[in-house]
């Protein structure tokens, strides 16, 4: 039997049951949602409610934050003493020098202006021409540094290598790090993907040779063998000498994280390039390395991060970096036993940083993710 | 047959080939033959003798914390001063790893917890401590926080036999002799083991036949402690152990843990868990939930399909990465050398260096010790990884 | 082959699941809404409807992979609540094959069949080993049974994954486009296994868009629309003479081709 044709509708949506929304259903999901997680929740309320407000009374609220005597400070031993590192504060980012030449502050200033603002385009990701971009913070920006840091033309004063100092001593590590660490990663990395063998074994080699020792040790070797590795005459400061290590230790690892995004690269690639009649040199430089640079930049910066890190360990053989500087200051005779907020703000710092770079990598690591999906 | 077309040397690929490669293999050569050179002219011009004589000079400084080999200020040479060092860099590696993973282990899963508040408490920990620099945290818990609230040794922070100070923990420490109820102790102890180990294996094997379960290691765990602790009575109580005393100046007897490695320990192993929290978090998040699903499906218990479906999946992810951060620690453990700890960096690579001014000889040894554990770990690594695909694809 | 398993089928049974009013949200979101349903006994449904339509997620509430909000779900006369104990009867006595198969990675196939066997009902390994191996041999591939899934072919491991479930013994199956995951040469060979369990009068529930498996097995198919149940009928009835506009346009544009 055959009825008349019926018409499909739409039952009307409704509300959930008991509609939970709002905050109190959220609460009661993700702090209360079962018996665990309620005792879970109120034990750490507990311990925030413990500890969070001494910490804030000490660090804000009772904390002396301007003076330039440490009588204001030990007067009021509730607050922590925020004044020593207005104090210091010179001294703490740009290092002995011009802690003493207040008159010269303008030119680490001055730098740093110019790098955030090449750099901040270049991360966000609507910017035109970030080639160019690249090239100047690459190429253009460590001359400017040279010329407005070192000095020594146009009439600025010169401050020598041995007197950089405080952040700006860990900035011009980092860079100067990852700066010429990453040409001699990008070929070591193309040297051990390489399908002769002896050019593989040298590559492999000296990769895993730099990553098996400690940067420490690394740097002992830089500050006490290098002058015996040259001729007699060629002698470096300590801080080249730190800079010499740490570019040798970073470029394993540079070379690793390239070497990551190489293989990434679909075989296709390679042989559309080579189906092109383009040689090795053309095809590398043309297809595979734009494709595999991009990939490998969240494991580049992964890299940095650590580098960045790992500068404070030139604060053991004796240079005079963030980490060094906050604490001879919070040493000196006028700020002694204030260490604890040395640490903290040199560890700000440092944390500052490093967890901005690790969000950016994130992000990008998450945008190259979908990119290829789609 | 055709006969081989014969190509220009220039042109053919493996000639080619063989050159660049001997070209590379000439340089890097004569690069390390010249830095060889250069190097031995620049010691014979500053008249340094290089040679492994100073080995069994006697090394004039002291070596506070050495657990198992013994120093003597006086008698003890540069080499035993080598080993110590190598021993106490295995000591807070491995004292580290443990508490590490373990740490780490708890943050990963509470960073996973349905709890909101328990997640970010996790996650803040995991973001605040591995984004600043290890050496960093290392100096502030030794200078800013542990040395300046700890007591000095006479005011001690007193634990039953054991004492805390500003110089670190102070400790009974069993005396082992040869009296007879202690070897009469260890032997029972180690029938008691091989009778354990054999009562687990026959529960497997009841197990496979029957479907039916024992609680395998609790048994075995109470029974150990309980026999262990009524043998231990009936040999008539045979440790004996030595107590520290509280001397004029600081304590005597029984062993220390000196507040360098305390600091060195805690610092290491905070750091390091952050990462390997997020190793586990990863492990975790990367077995597919399609997994759980098919095991509930079967009729499997929450508890079984954690076990059984979950965490062997998850630990094939989390193992490799987890071991690189093993590595990472025990050469982080380096940077003792901060706060004074004897590991070979600090006694070797720092004091020895600077009294015998052998840096080629001590820095070379150094960087082999690290080399060898690097490689190890490597080759264990390739020989896991290798297992793994073995049995996936 | 024509084998008209209606026309030989046994007898259907008395109810086994009966689903009365049920209503089911994703946060605000109403995906299932007055769902009312009765399966007998050896009863082979296939339901059908256009993607997003809440086929997945009707027959994932039937062993609760899923909660529902509203209205009741009787399995073999247990009542599905919160009680972990009733949804752990309902899952042992209900079978699920997914699309992506899920089989477990790290355990041979052979593992991959005795887990439940060894954990849920608790049987000596080697009793399990011999129920696995015949399930097994019954979607022949026992010769496969030491390999792991990553090393099958799609086919292979669906397979596998409707033996590791019928080595429960379970009284009713879920089928979760069992073949849509699968290359053409691979989708007879499972379909295959699905007629034999359905002459054997296992009790299905079947979401696939194989329009012929559906015509020569269900004695009844289901269109869901928009979370709800447009139309149900005989298979010769549904497709000759769809009751509702909804049906009708869905069929013409599966069956275009
Ligand atoms: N976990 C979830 N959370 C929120 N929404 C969901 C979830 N799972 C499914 N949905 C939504 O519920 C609706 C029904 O999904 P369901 O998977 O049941 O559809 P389906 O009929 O099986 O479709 P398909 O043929 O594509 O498998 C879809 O709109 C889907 O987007
Ligand atoms: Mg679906």
């Known amino acids: 039997m055959i009825d008349d044709l019926k018409t499909f509708t739409t039952l009307p949506d409704r509300a959930p049951p008991g509609s939970e929304i709002g905050l109190i259903a959220w609460i009661r999901q993700n702090l209360f949602g079962s018996a665990g997680s309620s005792i879970t929740t109120l034990i750490l309320v507990f311990l925030f409610l413990m500890y969070l407000p001494p910490f804030v009374e000490w660090a804000l609220i009772n904390a002396n934050w301007v003076g330039n005597e440490r009588s204001i400070c030990d007067a009021n031993k509730a607050g922590a003493c925020w004044a020593f590192i207005g104090v210091r504060m010179d001294q703490i980012l740009f290092g002995l020098y011009f802690g003493a030449n207040p008159d010269q502050v303008w030119r680490p200033v001055t730098i740093f202006i110019i790098f955030f603002t090449l750099l901040i385009p270049l991360m966000i990701d609507k910017t035109p021409r970030k080639d160019i971009l690249g090239i100047l913070l690459l190429l253009v920006f460590p001359a400017l540094f040279y010329v407005l840091i070192y000095g020594g033309v146009f009439g600025i004063p010169v401050a020598d290598t041995t007197q950089w100092g405080g952040f700006l001593l860990t900035f011009a590590l980092a860079f100067i790090g990852i700066l010429f660490a990453l040409p001699i990663g990008i070929l070591l990395a193309l040297g051990r993907r390489s399908e002769m063998p002896v050019i593989r074994a040298i590559c492999v080699t000296y990769i895993e040779f730099w990553r098996g020792t400690p940067l420490i040790t690394i740097l002992f070797m830089a500050s006490v063998m290098l002058p015996l590795f040259f001729p007699a005459g060629v002698d470096f400061d300590k801080v080249v000498r730190a800079m010499i290590g740490i570019t040798l230790f970073q470029s394993a690892y540079t070379a690793e994280a390239v070497r990551g995004g190489l293989s990434a690269i679909p075989k296709g690639q390679y042989e559309a390039a080579m189906a092109l009649g383009l040689g090795y040199w053309k095809r590398t430089i043309f297809i595979i390395l734009p494709q595999g640079l991009k990939i490998s930049i969240p494991a580049i910066v992964n890299t940095f991060i650590a580098l960045f890190k790992d500068t404070s360990l030139v604060s053991i053989i004796g240079l005079l970096d963030l980490l060094n500087m906050a604490q001879t200051a919070s040493r000196s005779l006028e700020w002694n036993g204030y260490d604890i907020e040395g640490y903290l703000f040199a560890g700000f710092i440092f944390w500052m940083f490093c967890f901005g770079m690790s969000r950016y990598s994130q992000n990008l690591e998450r945008k190259l993710d979908t990119d290829r999906r789609n | ?393 | 082959m024509t084998i008209d398993i209606q026309a030989n089928s046994i007898e259907l049974g008395e109810t086994i699941i009966k689903i009365d009013g049920l209503n089911k949200w994703y946060g605000q979101f109403h995906v299932l809404k007055d769902i009312n349903l009765d399966v007998k006994r050896g009863e082979r449904i296939v339901i059908c409807g256009p993607s997003g339509s809440g086929k997945s997620t009707l027959i994932r509430c039937i062993n609760r992979l899923e909660v529902h909000q509203e209205g009741s779900i009787v399995v073999d006369g247990i009542l599905l609540t919160e009680d972990t104990k009733h949804i752990n009867d309902v899952r042992r006595e209900v079978g699920m094959v997914f699309q992506h198969f899920n089989l477990f990675p790290h355990l041979t196939v052979l593992e991959n069949c005795t887990l439940a066997l060894i954990w849920v009902r608790k049987m000596p390994k080697k009793e399990a080993e011999e129920i696995a191996m015949r399930y097994l041999e019954r979607v022949k591939i026992p010769e496969q049974s030491q390999k792991y899934p990553g090393q099958l072919s799609g086919g292979q491991q669906q397979r596998v994954a409707i033996a590791r479930s019928l080595c429960m013994n379970p009284r009713v199956m879920l089928f979760d486009e069992p073949t849509s995951a699968l290359d053409p040469e691979m989708i007879s060979e499972v379909l295959d296994v699905m007629v034999g369990l359905a002459e054997d009068g296992m009790t299905m529930l079947c979401v696939t868009h194989e329009m012929g498996f559906a015509r020569k097995v269900a004695n009844r198919v289901i269109f869901m629309d928009e979370g709800q149940i447009v139309e149900q009928n005989e298979p010769e009835a549904f497709f000759n003479h769809p009751q509702n506009d909804r049906t009708r346009l869905f069929l013409s544009q599966i069956l275009q081709h």
């Open chain 2, 1 to 393: 047959m055709t006969d081989r077309v014969r190509i220009p040397l220039h042109r053919d690929p493996k000639a080619r080939a063989i050159a660049i490669q001997l070209i590379a293999l000439s340089l890097v050569v004569y690069g390390a033959y010249s830095l060889f050179q250069t190097t031995v002219g620049n010691l014979v011009a500053r008249g340094i003798q290089t040679g492994t004589s100073f080995f069994d000079e006697v090394a004039p400084f002291n070596i506070g914390f050495s657990p198992l080999l013994d120093f003597k200020l006086g008698e003890s040479t540069y080499i035993e001063v080598f080993f110590i060092g190598i021993q106490n860099t295995i000591l807070v590696s491995i004292l580290g790893i443990v508490a590490a993973t373990v740490l780490g282990f708890i943050v990963g899963v509470v960073r996973l917890s349905p709890n909101w508040l328990a997640s970010k408490v996790a996650l803040c920990y995991i973001e605040i401590f591995r984004n600043v620099p290890l050496l960093l945290q290392i100096m502030f818990w030794n200078f800013a926080i542990f040395l300046p609230s700890l007591p000095a040794p006479k005011n001690s922070i007193e634990i039953g036999s054991f004492y805390l100070n500003a110089r670190g923990l102070h400790m009974p420490t069993p005396i082992i002799d040869n009296s007879s109820g202690f070897i009469l102790w260890a032997l029972t102890l180690a029938l008691l083991t091989f009778g354990l180990f054999i009562f687990a294996r026959r529960a497997k094997v009841r197990f496979e036949e029957t479907g039916r379960r024992l609680p395998v290691f609790s048994i075995n765990f109470f029974a150990f402690v309980f026999c262990g602790f009524i043998f231990y009575k009936i040999c008539g109580s045979p440790l004996a152990f030595d107590i520290p005393e509280l001397g004029r100046f600081n304590f005597k007897g029984g062993g220390q843990l000196p507040l360098p490695l305390f600091s060195l320990w805690f610092a290491l192993t905070v750091y390091t868990a952050a990462f390997i929290a997020e190793n586990v978090r990863a492990g975790i998040q990367s077995v597919s939930h399609g997994q759980t699903e098919a095991s509930h499906a079967l009729g499997m218990s929450r508890r079984d399909t954690v076990r059984l479906v979950v965490i062997p999946q998850a630990l094939r992810v989390i193992i490799p990465p987890t071991i690189s951060q093993f590595l990472n620690l025990t050469k982080n453990s380096s940077l003792a050398v901060a706060v004074g700890f004897e590991e070979i960096v600090a006694v070797w690579a720092g004091i020895s260096l600077n009294q015998t001014g052998q840096a080629l000889i001590i820095i070379a040894m150094t960087i082999a010790v690290y080399e060898c554990l690097s490689l190890l770990t490597s080759a264990f690594l390739n020989w896991y990884n290798r297992r793994i695909q073995l049995s996936e694809l």
